[in-house]
């Protein structure tokens, strides 16, 4: 290796720590939580993203429409085998519970209460899902509650 691609190299490493401690670094304060990165969501479309389920291979017996469910107490949404691992994002404007199965091969059934956002945008469930199965939703009273594409 000569000398000149010895230099190239090392200024290309420095840039490199330059980077990851200007990412790193912030702004200093502690950060929200919920709030998105952009360099992470750039990350994610580059890899993929992620995959949600397709609202018209949910179905169930208290569907209004493809993805659209009137829940009265509690419904049972059947969802078919996405082929892989994918996320199931149920939203309404009122609070709702679900009940699903763990992915893979664990035994365990995970129930979640969703609330609704401060800021008034709804409840959002996300539900990992990668064969086919039920989940159950049910809402005190009754709520619409819609399969999102996000």
């Given at each position: 290796?000569?000398?000149q691609q010895?230099?190239?190299l090392?200024?290309?490493g ?6 990851a401690?200007?990412v ?9 939580p919920?709030?998105?990165n ?7 479309r580059?890899?993929g ?7 018209a291979?949910v179905?169930?017996d208290?569907a209004q429409?493809p993805g ?7 419904c049972?949404?059947?969802?078919a085998d996405p082929?892989?691992?994918r996320?199931?994002?149920?939203r309404?404007r ?6 699903a199965g763990?992915?893979g091969d664990?035994?365990?059934t ?9 800021d008034g ?5 996300r ?7 039920t989940v159950l939703?049910?809402?005190?009273g009754?709520c ?6 996000d």
């Amino acid at each position: 290796m000569s000398g000149q691609q010895k230099a190239l190299l090392a200024a290309l490493g420095v840039l490199v720590v330059v980077f990851a401690v200007a990412v790193g670094a912030g702004r200093g304060d502690r950060g929200d939580p919920s709030a998105r990165n952009p360099l992470v969501e750039l990350l994610g479309r580059a890899g993929g993203g992620r995959d949600t389920v397709d609202p018209a291979t949910v179905d169930a017996d208290c569907a209004q429409a493809p993805g659209r469910m009137v829940v009265a107490g509690r419904c049972a949404l059947r969802v078919a085998d996405p082929g892989g691992l994918r996320t199931l994002v149920l939203r309404s404007r009122d609070a709702f519970t679900v009940r699903a199965g763990a992915p893979g091969d664990a035994d365990l059934t995970v129930t979640d209460e969703v609330t609704t956002a401060d800021d008034g945008s709804g409840a959002v469930a996300r539900i990992a899902v990668d064969r086919a199965g039920t989940v159950l939703v049910s809402c005190p009273g009754e709520c619409l509650v819609t399969v999102a594409r996000d």
